[in-house]
């Protein structure tokens, strides 16, 4: 089974590295995509690599929101 504990956890280049340098961390196991916080790192959100790339790309369009039924959510994918 994967827990938080046995994922191997990659902080992003921008938190710095030092102590006190919270950020997101991302894993990657079983073909799913884990999400945490470096300060609360027993909790991870757990998506798959697709919705996850659905939703950056609507985090960088600058869109808020779902999206309508018409457009669906990952157009261009």
């Known amino acids: 089974m994967t827990t938080p504990e046995t994922i191997e956890w990659q902080k992003s280049s921008y938190s710095g590295g030092g102590e006190n340098n919270n950020c997101v961390e991302v894993g990657i196991a079983a073909g799913r995509v884990h999400l945490r916080e470096s300060d609360a ?4 959100v757990t998506t798959t690599p697709l919705a996850l790339a659905g939703l950056l790309r609507l985090v960088r369009e600058g869109r808020q929101g779902r999206p309508s039924a018409r457009e669906g959510f990952f157009p261009g994918i």
């Open 41 to 44: 790192p027993a909790v991870a």
